[in-house]
T-cell receptor, first 114, second 114 residues
Framework: ETGVTQSPTHLIKTRGQQVTLRCSSQSGHNTVSWYQQALGQGPQFIFQYYREEENGRGNFPPRFSGLQFPNYSSELNVNALELDDSALYLC?????????????FGQGTRLTVV | AQKITQTQPGMFVQEKEAVTLDCTYDTSDPSYGLFWYKQPSSGEMIFLIYQGSYDQQNATEGRYSLNFQKARKSANLVISASQLGDSAMYFCAMRETGANNLFFGTGTRLTVIP
């Protein structure tokens, strides 16, 4: 088991609402990356946080925002939820900005928007 | 163009047999890395094996080996002596030079038959 934990594991929200997902990083890791995995698809990169700063972003609108804390845990916030935001949200903790073999993923948060 | 293509939505293999999961990639970057992950129904992405574009030998990790054919831009995963616990989704992913994110394929669902 990795030291990366995500909460909550499951969540149901109504369209238009806001949601916050949380990710704790592995001990010794200073970087957290977030991915969205729609049903039947591979994960897609949302953004990365390195030492509390956003360090790269995928093709996601500004209503997807994040935060990283001094202990390197991270939050993903999504405003004005849409039905298409329903997905598994995965975070990955790594010891640096470059994704390598020492990155570990959490078990994900499954978000359903109704 | 898709950076990672996995053409097999589903594969079946008899227990104790070997199976090959296909992956082709597209990049103009001379330096890149290729990853394979296993995703059981719990959702967590589990790292299996890595191949760097300049590695001279094909990567191996226990029962996992990577059939890397650079000229064909393919990086197929070979699982030997399949076990029931190998039943899961398998994703191929690529990281380009200095990139802080991975590009994933759409995955292959492997089912091991007793």
């Amino acid at each position: 088991e990795t030291g990366v934990t995500q909460s909550p594991t499951h969540l149901i929200k109504t369209r238009g609402q806001q949601v916050t997902l949380r990710c704790s990083s592995q001990s010794g890791h200073n970087t957290v990356s977030w991915y969205q995995q729609a049903l039947g698809q591979g994960p897609q990169f949302i953004f990365q946080y390195y030492r509390e700063e956003e360090n790269g972003r995928g093709n996601f609108p500004p209503r997807f925002s994040g935060l990283q804390f001094p202990n390197y845990s991270s939050e993903l916030n999504v405003n004005a939820l849409e039905l298409d935001d329903s997905a598994l949200y995965l975070c990955a903790s790594s010891p640096g900005r470059i994704m390598n073999t020492e990155a570990f993923f959490g078990q994900g948060t499954r978000l359903t928007v109704v | 163009a898709q950076k990672i293509t996995q053409t097999q939505p589903g594969m079946f293999v008899q227990e104790k047999e070997a199976v090959t999961l296909d992956c082709t990639y597209d990049t103009s970057d001379p330096s890149y890395g290729l990853f394979w992950y296993k995703q059981p129904s719990s959702g967590e992405m589990i790292f299996l094996i890595y191949q760097g574009s300049y590695d001279q030998q094909n990567a191996t990790e226990g029962r996992y080996s990577l059939n890397f054919q650079k000229a064909r831009k393919s990086a197929n995963l070979v699982i030997s002596a399949s076990q029931l616990g190998d039943s899961a989704m398998y994703f191929c992913a690529m990281r380009e030079t200095g990139a802080n994110n991975l590009f994933f394929g759409t995955g292959t669902r492997l089912t091991v038959i007793p």
